[in-house]
């Protein structure tokens, strides 16, 4: 009976022998990426092609539809934009791949501040939350609905108060870290609440307490969950502090070069394209370390299930 069930070596290889190597999926990925950027630069320079083709306007049912989004002087080349990291930032000054460098720096360093502050504050109300059902029910709609002010509404007055505060430097790092602790707070609460009921019952049999039963069960079930939160907020933070430079006046980081440029657009738009590009390259490398701590970290989510 029981070598009736059990499975045949050579059918359980050969099922194994389909299975793509986990080598492959980086290959994939990588590739999946460069097709991206291949489509992005054939749509980018292909409707260029096409609207000055047909000199910027097009005729549709009667109706004339402008074109002039995609001229030079709205959308530069993306050569023009490439080539613009070499040439100075300003007359005879340095080299704007150098100003984009150093004001990133600025921005990542309050990014991170901020993504730490938000994190923190997610994961303590995220506990809170869990081992309290009457602050859950109380505060949970609030937290919900801060989301709902438009954070360009809020910089401003952030700024104000840090400022009468004398804290002026934890302005932008605050606004980051409105924008990160609520997906922490969420993903963190599904993540600690989700956790088995047969787990649960069998560490309150052995009569473990509440932090025990965070630190040994809960919180190895959240980690998942975690880290899923963290690759959101740090996309986000570095968002918050791009966003909290503009009115807090900071020269120094992206927010106040993309003032800079932006004053300057008409004559010279490969700048500005330049700085937005710098901006989403700190965005996806924070976003890339966070990642490579889930590997290392939550190594048995990605196992497969024997």
């Known amino acids: 009976m029981t070598d009736s069930v059990r499975q045949d070596p050579a059918v359980d290889s050969s099922v194994r022998a389909e299975k793509p190597p986990a080598d492959y999926a980086g290959v994939r990925t990588l590739a999946m990426s460069i097709l991206l950027v291949v489509l992005i630069v054939l749509l980018w320079e292909g409707l260029k092609a096409f609207s000055r083709a047909n000199g910027y306007a097009i005729t549709v049912g009667g109706a004339t539809i402008s074109l002039t989004l995609f001229n030079d002087t709205q959308l530069p080349h993306l050569g023009d934009i490439l080539a613009s990291f070499a040439e100075p930032a300003q007359r005879n000054g340095s080299p704007l791949a150098q100003v984009l460098l150093s004001a990133s720096l600025a921005t990542f360093g309050r ?3 901020g993504f730490f502050l938000g994190g923190l504050l997610g994961f303590v109300l995220a506990i809170l939350f869990t081992h309290s059902s009457l602050m859950q029910r109380g505060l949970l709609p609030y937290v919900v609905a801060s989301q709902t ?16 505060a004398n804290m002026s430097n934890l302005a932008v790092p605050v606004i980051a870290a409105y924008l990160t602790f609520f997906p922490v707070t969420i993903y963190t609460l599904r993540g600690l609440t989700s956790v088995p009921a047969t787990s649960l019952e069998l560490m309150r049999s052995y009569a473990a307490t509440p932090l025990q039963v965070l630190w040994k069960l809960r919180l190895p079930n959240a980690l998942p969950h975690i880290f899923t939160a963290l690759k959101i907020s740090a996309t986000a933070s570095v968002v918050g502090a791009v966003i909290g430079e503009l009115p807090s006046g900071m020269q120094d980081g992206l927010g106040g070069a993309i003032l800079n440029f932006n004053q300057y657009y008409t004559q010279s738009p490969p700048r500005l394209w330049a700085t937005i590009v710098a901006a989403a390259v700190v965005g996806i490398l924070f976003f890339t370390v966070i990642a490579v701590a889930e590997r290392l970290l939550v190594r048995w989510s990605a196992q497969p299930a024997e």
């Open 111 to 113: 990014a991170i501040s």
């Open 149 to 164: 002010v438009p954070i360009l509404a809020i910089a401003p007055m952030v700024v104000v108060w840090m400022r009468q």
